[in-house]
């Protein structure tokens, strides 16, 4: 089991940028599958983005598609999520989340975080 913990929230205007870090322990994330998934109020988590062990391969959402980047530095064993262009509706709790296989589905991810608020104003 990897322990996770997410920072980087905060409030921002319409706009802005920030970056989502969620720092790993217990395990080497270098053998996992890194997600992040996000929920509003009166929502279902939803899929933002995912990236493979190696990080050869990355999946993004489409409504964050060319917004947001995710990274990994697997030696720091951290996961970062780069928002840029934010708008009000990216207004949710952001989770980092480990599995074994790369996907969009949170019912395989196996780990999560507590999550990080991000608010977004107009």
């Known amino acids: 089991q990897v322990q996770l913990v997410e920072s980087g929230g905060g409030l921002v205007q319409a706009g802005g940028s920030l970056r989502l870090s969620c720092a790993a322990s217990g395990r080497m994330i270098s053998g996992y599958v890194m997600g992040w998934f996000r929920q509003a109020p009166g929502k279902e988590r939803e899929f933002v983005a995912a990236?493979?062990?190696?990080?050869?391969?990355?999946y993004y959402a489409v409504s964050v598609k060319g917004r947001f980047t995710i990274s990994r530095d697997n030696a720091k064993n951290t996961v970062y999520l780069q928002m840029n262009s934010l708008k009000p509706e990216d207004t949710a709790a952001y989770y980092c989340a480990a599995g074994p296989v790369t996907s969009t589905a949170a019912r395989t991810y196996t780990d999560w975080g507590q999550g990080t608020q991000v608010t977004v104003s107009s």
């Open positions: 990236m493979s062990w190696s990080g050869g391969l990355t």
